[in-house]
């Protein structure tokens, strides 16, 4: 029973293509996020959604398009994939977006652009 | 705005060895603090998290951090690593934003 589980754990891609990645969580946090980790282990966060709603949209191209139908489940939407959107992608969540407790992370979705 | 410096990018050590890996930010105000560790091929885990009170902090697997308001910074530390501890390692910053900052990241090699 996996706390924040991600789908799928590779996804190797053609340039042009318009693919997607779920999150699910089981802990019962309100705040979900997606982080990008380039191949220089450099983490950003990318979005983050408290309750459903879009609270941190980072400068991310609108190609990105997340989407959480509910608390429990963050998509992530990429269109028109590039070279440069190869990396890690990692799903977390936490209970509050205030950072006043840790993220818990998935195991991440390895995204090749080929 | 926020930022994390981690300026050991990469860490060699032999097993036994006392680590004590640096970590640096900026911001003047209240901020919550984070060391996370990703062994290989795996996700992120929280090692240990400082908020307020005790500023030495004690985590899992024998590590420990230190928050030094006056010097801004959080540095982890351990007395004597072993081969398993191999990682990267990940320190964060919480502030008035609802983002938490990562640094870059130090990879840490133990040799047996």
């Known amino acids: 029973d996996t706390a924040v589980s991600q789908t799928p754990k590779y996804l190797v891609t053609q340039m042009g293509n318009d693919k997607s990645i779920k999150c699910e969580q089981n802990l019962g946090h309100d705040t979900m996020y997606w982080y990008k980790q380039d191949s220089k282990k450099f983490l950003k966060i990318m979005f983050s959604y408290n309750n459903k709603e879009l609270i941190i949209n980072e400068t991310v191209p609108n190609r990105f398009s997340p989407k959480s139908p509910d608390k429990a489940h963050l998509n992530l939407h990429i269109n028109s994939l590039e070279l440069g959107d190869s990396a890690v992608y990692f799903c977390?969540?936490?209970?509050?977006?205030?950072?006043?407790?840790?993220?818990?992370f998935g195991n991440g979705t390895r995204l090749t652009v080929t | 705005a926020q930022s994390v410096s981690q300026h050991n990018h990469h860490v060699i050590l032999s097993e036994a060895a006392s680590l004590e890996l640096g970590c640096n930010y900026s911001?003047?105000?209240?901020?919550?603090l984070f060391w996370y560790v990703q062994y290989p091929g795996q996700h992120l885990q929280l090692l240990l998290k400082y908020f307020s009170g005790d500023p030495l902090v004690k985590g899992i697997k024998g590590f420990e951090a230190e928050f030094i308001k006056s010097k801004f910074s959080f540095n982890l530390r351990k007395p004597s690593v072993q081969w398993s501890d191999t990682a990267e390692y990940f320190c964060a910053v919480g502030g008035a934003t609802n983002k938490l900052i990562f640094g870059t990241g130090t990879l840490l090699a133990v040799q047996p």
């Open positions: 977390a969540s936490s209970q509050g977006g205030g950072m006043n407790s840790p993220l818990h």
């Open positions: 911001y003047g105000g209240t901020v919550n």
